[in-house]
Antibody, heavy 122, light 108 residues
Framework: QLQMQESGPGLVKPSETLSLTCTVS??????????WGWIRQPPGKGLEWIGS???????YYNPSLKSRVTISVDTSKNQLSLKLNSVTAADTSVYYC??????????????WGQGTLVTVSS | DIQMTQSPSTLSASVGDRVTITCRAS??????LAWYQQKPGKAPKLLIY???SLENGVPSRFSGSGSGTEFTLTISSLQPDDFATYYC??????????FGQGTDLEIK
C-alpha cells in the first residue's frame, strides 16, 4: 500500500523559501500509473491545490502560485519535493502530498500523506 | 477558471438523518467530480469519483449524483463517524483544478 510522509521545517521566515519533501514508500515514484501532487490548507480554511507532476510527463501549477512554486521528483530517493519562494504569512498552512494511483488524473487524489504544518513568521 | 460552489456551508443534522450536500460548477465538467471527507487533524479521504462511483471501502450509505454543473452528495442515514467536512473537486480537462469551499456537517 502506498504511503507518503511529508517532512521539512515547521517554521519559515517571511521572504524565504519553503522547502518540503514527501517520502514515498510502497511504490515507485516512477510508476507509470502514479501522479503526484501538493495541496495546502490554511488553519481553519479549505483545501487549495498547489500543483501536480507526472514522472516523465508534465507539471501543472495553480496559476495563483505558479510564479513562486516548483515541484519536482527525486527518483534516487523516491521523493517528491515542493519549493515555494518569497513566502508570507498567507502561506501558513498544513501542506499535504498526495497521489493518484490509477493512471489518468493529475488531481484525483486517492492516497494522501498525513500533512505537515508550516508557519511563516519572523 | 472553473469555480466550485458548495451549499450549504454548514449543515446541522442528527444521527439517522438523510442529508444532501450540493456542489455547483461554474461551467460543465461532465462527470469529472470527486467528493472528499476530512476529519479534524486528518488528511482528506476520497469518497466518490466520477460523480457517482464509490471509492473502495466507503460505506454504501454514501452516494453521489449529477453531471454537467450540478452535483449532490447524499448520506442516506447519518452515522456518528460521518460528522466531518466535505469537499467537492473537479478534475475535468479544464485546468486549473479547484476544490469547493467545503461543507461542515455538524451534530444537531
Amino acid at each position: 500500500q502506498l504511503q507518503m510522509q511529508e517532512s521539512g521545517p515547521g517554521l519559515v521566515k517571511p521572504s524565504e523559501t519553503l522547502s518540503l519533501t514527501c517520502t514515498v514508500s510502497g511504490g515507485s515514484i516512477r510508476a507509470t500509473n502514479y501522479y503526484w501532487g501538493w495541496i495546502r490548507q490554511p488553519p481553519g480554511k479549505g483545501l487549495e491545490w498547489i500543483g501536480s507532476i507526472y514522472y516523465g510527463g508534465s507539471t501543472y501549477y495553480n496559476p495563483s502560485l505558479k510564479s513562486r512554486v516548483t515541484i519536482s521528483v527525486d527518483t534516487s530517493k523516491n521523493q517528491l519535493s515542493l519549493k515555494l519562494n518569497s513566502v508570507t504569512a498567507a502561506d501558513t498552512s498544513v501542506y499535504y502530498c498526495a497521489s493518484h494511483t490509477r493512471g489518468y488524473s493529475y488531481v484525483l487524489f486517492d492516497s494522501w500523506g498525513q500533512g505537515t504544518l508550516v508557519t511563516v513568521s519572523s | 477558471d472553473i469555480q466550485m460552489t458548495q451549499s450549504p456551508s454548514t449543515l446541522s443534522a442528527s444521527v439517522g438523518d438523510r442529508v444532501t450536500i450540493t456542489c455547483r460548477a461554474s461551467q460543465s465538467i461532465n462527470s469529472w467530480l470527486a467528493w472528499y471527507q476530512q476529519k479534524p487533524g486528518k488528511a482528506p479521504k476520497l469518497l466518490i469519483y466520477k460523480a457517482s462511483s464509490l471509492e473502495n471501502g466507503v460505506p454504501s450509505r454514501f452516494s453521489g449524483s449529477g453531471s454537467g454543473t450540478e452535483f449532490t452528495l447524499t448520506i442516506s442515514s447519518l452515522q456518528p463517524d460521518d460528522f466531518a467536512t466535505y469537499y467537492c473537486q473537479h478534475y475535468s480537462s479544464t485546468y486549473p483544478w479547484t476544490f469547493g469551499q467545503g461543507t461542515d456537517l455538524e451534530i444537531k
